[in-house]
């Protein structure tokens, strides 16, 4: 996971949280996402043409940090 963080980092990713719809959006640099795919409820990987991830899009996010 923390060579990931660190990938998106080097790569120009941003992330916007809408707190309304408690949902983690990251966007990877100017990448037009062609395809999304759920990896598992409520984490959705959008893809670009090659295939590269484009950006993620994670729903609950405060029930997914709970401690």
Do not use: N
């Not at 983690?24 to 893809?47: K, M, Q, S, T």
């Not at 043409?49 to 950006?55: H, L």
């Amino acid at each position: 996971m923390e060579e990931a963080v660190r990938k998106l980092r080097i790569m120009g990713a941003y992330a916007h949280y809408d707190d309304e719809a408690d949902t983690l959006y990251i966007h990877i640099g100017d990448r037009e996402a062609r395809e999304a795919v759920e990896i598992e409820e409520g984490v959705i990987i959008d893809l670009d043409k090659e295939g590269e991830i484009a950006g993620i899009t994670i729903t609950g996010i405060k029930q997914r940090i709970k401690t």
